[in-house]
């Protein structure tokens, strides 16, 4: 079967033998898997988690291991690829996804599969969620990022009613907004370099979109919470400035490794404002993603603008990484998803 992984200089598509099933396990076929913007830190070397690509994956059960109640082979799936141990410090703290146990868990061989096997730490904590049939594949492949999204909120004092801010409007930045907006959200403001994806955050929900090149119009301490959601170490400053007195930062994106926040911490001192890093999802995050996309309260379908099939998956990393006109890349079986 075919893989995508990691190989030198960049993505390769490489031909392995299909994962084989043991007890506790689930197989999966892959349908649909999101790209996403780790994944594309990964291939240029700026990640230093784990070497694995490919964590948004939806498919369809071809094979259920021994022991293993609650599945069936042909249900359709969302497969979450970490899972926390939830009972460590870091978990009785309720900071699953720091859990140590958390990154070491994954798929087999990972998300860029034809097929892929979910072991028995996944299948027993209840990473595999079965989608109800109105859910497609593709929408299901946002589960994840939408589950980021939704546990980073839920560490933050949000309130309805609060003004936010949301630096970066990619593909998670734009599924926050729209999280935000559904969640009570008073004013909703977005931020992007990008035209056209603050042309897109606007018809998403956004109240009104600037390029924080030229912030005419935001004035200092204006917002109750600003999410970045984007690497870009400048956007974390710009945060500060613009986030109210005792108000919060929620550091979301990826920073790149090595990349160092200058600020003034006098300022941010009298300010009283806090810094929150939030990494990733849990199943409380993933189940309330797809509760969420089924009710039909929070549709992602609009944000994926390619489907690209694995077979030709360098190309849609090279998608990934172009602003004008992506928003979504989503790497296909090459049978259709939506
Ligand atoms: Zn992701
Ligand atoms: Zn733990």
Not at 10 to 35: F, K, T, Y
Not at 246 to 256: A, D, Q, R
Request: proline fraction near 6%; aromatic fraction near 6%.
């Amino acid at each position: 079967m075919k893989v995508g992984r990691l190989g030198p200089g960049g993505v390769v598509v490489a031909e392995v033998d299909r994962p084989v099933l043991s007890g506790g396990d689930l197989l999966v076929e892959m349908h649909a898997c999101g790209l996403c913007g780790s994944d594309v830190e990964k291939v240029k070397g700026h990640y230093a988690a784990t070497g694995k690509i490919g964590h948004e994956p939806a498919g369809t059960v071809v094979g259920v291991g021994y022991g293993v109640t609650g599945y069936r082979v042909g249900d359709r799936v969302f497969v979450h690829h970490h899972v926390p141990c939830y009972s460590c410090d870091v978990c009785r703290a309720g900071r699953y996804t720091f859990c140590p146990t958390y990154q070491k868990t994954n798929l087999d061989p990972g998300g860029f599969a034809e097929f892929f096997r979910v072991p028995p730490e996944n299948v027993s904590r209840g990473a595999a969620l079965v989608l109800p049939d109105h859910v497609s594949f593709e929408e299901a492949a946002l589960i994840e990022p939408l589950g980021c999204c939704i546990d980073a909120l839920a560490a933050l004092p949000f309130q309805p009613g609060d003004r936010v801010l949301v630096l970066g409007l990619g593909p998670i930045g734009l599924l926050y907004l729209k999280l935000l907006r559904v969640s009570g959200a008073g004013l909703l403001v977005g931020a992007d370099l990008s035209a056209y994806r603050r042309e897109v955050a606007l018809r998403e929900g956004a109240d009104r979109v600037f390029d924080p090149r030229t912030p005419e119009g935001v004035t200092e301490g204006e917002f109750d919470l600003v999410v970045v959601a984007t690497g870009a170490v400048r956007a974390i400053s710009d945060g500060f400035r613009w986030v109210r007195r005792g108000g919060t930062v929620n550091l979301f994106g990826l920073p790149e490794k090595g990349s160092h926040l200058e600020t003034d911490l006098q300022d941010l001192y009298m300010k009283g404002a806090r810094l929150v890093p939030t990494y990733a999802a849990t199943e409380r995050g993933t189940n309330t993603a797809l509760r969420l996309i089924a009710s039909g309260r929070l549709p992602v379908r609009q944000l994926v603008t390619h489907r690209i099939p694995l077979a030709r998956i360098e190309e849609g990393f090279r998608q990934a990484t172009a602003t004008e006109g992506t928003i979504k890349v989503v790497i296909t079986s090459g049978a259709p998803t939506a």
